[in-house]
């Protein structure tokens, strides 16, 4: 079944504006992590959060974790068109037998210059 | 320090024959995963494997595809008598632990079955 469903699939945007993901999982996890890739090309770690974590910043990014309703947002702030790009949730589930991620199916973000 | 090398890069195969893809994890990284993406899709674990083991293979197709990660040497995942379902995007990840840690993605082999 699927672990991390985003949503939405597809989100166009102006430069500068704020763009916000979500993502939806079913069983419980150990971590959950975002992941930036462009177009043909492989995938870019962006940030990891883990169970016992709300909250977190990088740059212009924050994620937030809400493990009561199994779901976690990603919010890029003040977007650019470098920012264009499918962002994946991948989840570390928390009975894993080592590692493993499980996907979801990502969220296309355009951003227009 | 070099990231995640796999190649090649772009491999095509006709149907039936072998494809067999490598993957260098990062240095001082001893834990490699496969995963495989369908065009307009997610990606989906294959196989988690540790120097000389398999650790966890539960999302490989049970025949024609084999991986191992020998003492020496990259990481190969084997796909023996290839069909057009094959057709895919599949990347190699490493950590430098088991679980919990983030995983560095190389920027995989796109394989076109003919």
């Known amino acids: 079944s699927q672990q991390g469903e985003e949503d939405p699939q597809a989100l166009s945007i102006q430069e500068g504006e704020n763009a916000t993901m979500n993502c939806s999982y079913k069983t419980s996890i150990n971590n959950l992590q975002w992941y930036r890739q462009n177009s043909g090309r492989g995938l870019v770690h962006l940030i990891l959060i883990r169970s016992n974590e709300r909250e977190k910043h990088s740059g212009r990014l924050r994620v937030t974790l809400d493990t009561s309703k199994k779901s976690s947002s990603l919010l890029i702030t003040a977007s650019r068109a470098a920012d264009t790009a499918s962002y994946f949730c991948?989840?570390?589930?928390?009975?894993?037998?080592?590692?493993?991620?499980?996907f979801g199916q990502g969220t296309e973000l355009s951003v227009k210059p | 320090n070099a990231g995640v090398m796999q190649n090649p890069r772009h491999l095509v195969r006709r149907r039936g024959q072998e494809a067999r893809l490598r993957c260098s994890p990062m240095?001082?990284?001893?834990?490699v995963y496969w995963y495989r993406q369908l065009p307009e899709e997610g990606l989906k674990f294959m196989v988690y494997?540790?120097?000389?083991?398999?650790?966890?293979e539960s999302g490989m197709p049970k025949e024609r595809f084999s991986a191992e990660f020998p003492k020496e040497g990259p990481s190969i995942l084997r796909i023996q008598q290839v069909v057009r379902g094959d057709s895919a995007a599949y990347f190699c990840?490493?950590?430098?632990?088991?679980?919990?840690?983030?995983?560095?993605f190389g920027p995989g082999t796109r394989l076109t079955v003919t």
């Open positions: 240095k001082g990284h001893s834990h």
């Open positions: 991948a989840t570390d589930p928390s009975r894993n037998q080592g590692g493993k991620l499980i």
């Open positions: 990840a490493s950590s430098p632990g088991q679980g919990g840690n983030e995983q560095y």
């Open positions: 494997l540790q120097k000389e083991n398999i650790i966890d």
